[in-house]
């Protein structure tokens, strides 16, 4: 006996043949995901670069800062105080004045008449005297000019304390803490 195979023939395929529905909704899913990631590194990235700017711009200004500070108060022949936050370096001939306004959170130069604003964003700015001896010199009561004098006339080292932040629109707060140094005023004659 002989086999015999039958066929049955497969339904034509339509010409004008497109996605079903449940291929549509698969590949909208996927897309949708992929854009998702996508999307996310995108603004990941953006806050990323806005902190690095933040960061750069306050690192950048206070090593500007810090060194003109530095280069004032080593070249120095005296200092007085103006109160906790304010301290003017006589440098030659002229007066320098460097200030902290708690109010704009700024640091500033002040020389003949001209205002230089060094750093801004400040959030915590103390300046620190010392003795030849390295002791502390007392500036927490400067309001007669008896004791701005006499705290004048002992302080033969400055230390500068600085906290600074920066907020973006697409970045959270970006901090910079500079601890400077202590600068000695070389040229200020300071007896023990």
Do not use: C, H
């Amino acid at each position: 006996m002989a086999s015999t195979t039958i066929t049955t023939p497969l339904p034509a395929r339509n010409q004008n043949g497109g996605f079903t529905l449940v291929e549509v909704m698969i590949s909208s899913a996927l897309a949708t995901v992929i854009l998702a990631a996508v999307l996310s590194m995108f603004l990941f990235l953006g806050r990323s670069s806005a902190n690095i700017i933040n960061y750069a711009e306050m690192e950048s200004q206070a090593r500007r800062g810090l060194e003109f500070f530095a280069q004032d108060s080593r070249q120095a022949s005296n200092l007085a105080w103006n109160s906790a936050s304010s301290i003017t370096l006589t440098v030659g001939a002229s007066n320098i004045t460097y200030a902290y306004d708690s109010a704009t959170g700024e640091l500033s130069r002040t020389m003949g008449g001209v205002t230089a604003v060094l750093l801004e964003g400040i959030t915590t700015f103390t300046f620190s005297g010392y003795k030849i001896t390295g002791a502390d010199v007392d500036i927490s009561d400067l309001t007669t000019a008896a004791k701005r004098d006499s705290a004048s006339g002992v302080t033969k080292q400055i230390q500068i304390y600085i906290e600074a932040a920066r907020t973006s629109v697409t970045a959270v707060t970006a901090t910079n803490t500079v601890l400077s140094a202590r600068y000695i005023l070389r040229n200020k004659r300071v007896t023990a």
